[in-house]
């Protein structure tokens, strides 16, 4: 079973930076659809960006322009630059790859964003 683990979270006040990381329990060449998600109370959880295996890079509309998706293969790390964040914006953010067919999830990370 591969482990994702997120950290980076925190708090920000609006307009500041952050930048998430997912440690995986494996190479992270062997994950596909390695991506980052976001989720408040009560609602779905809601797809953010993907970066598949050539590197390249796709983002919901929300997030384009602001968020920036990357992948180290030496740390086996997955990261999610987010910029000029909006207190809206304020989630549990989750990484998500698929192995064998089968999704992982980390646990989520908290963001909070204030005012």
């Known amino acids: 079973q591969v482990q994702l683990v997120e950290s980076g979270g925190g708090l920000v006040q609006a307009g500041g930076s952050l930048r998430l990381s997912c440690e995986t329990s494996?190479?992270?060449?062997?994950?596909?659809?390695l991506g980052w998600y976001r989720q408040t109370p009560g609602t779905q959880r809601e797809w953010i960006a993907v970066?598949?295996?050539?590197?390249?890079?796709s983002y919901a509309d929300s997030v384009k322009g602001q968020f920036a998706i990357t992948k180290d293969h030496d740390k086996n790390r997955l990261y999610l630059q987010m910029n000029d964040l909006e207190p809206e914006e304020t989630a549990v953010y989750y990484c998500?790859?698929?192995?064998?067919?089968?999704?992982?999830w980390g646990e989520g990370t908290q963001v909070t964003v204030s005012s």
């Open positions: 494996t190479d992270i060449s062997y994950l596909r659809g």
């Open positions: 998500k790859g698929s192995y064998r067919k089968r999704d992982n």
């Open positions: 970066i598949v295996s050539g590197g390249s890079t």
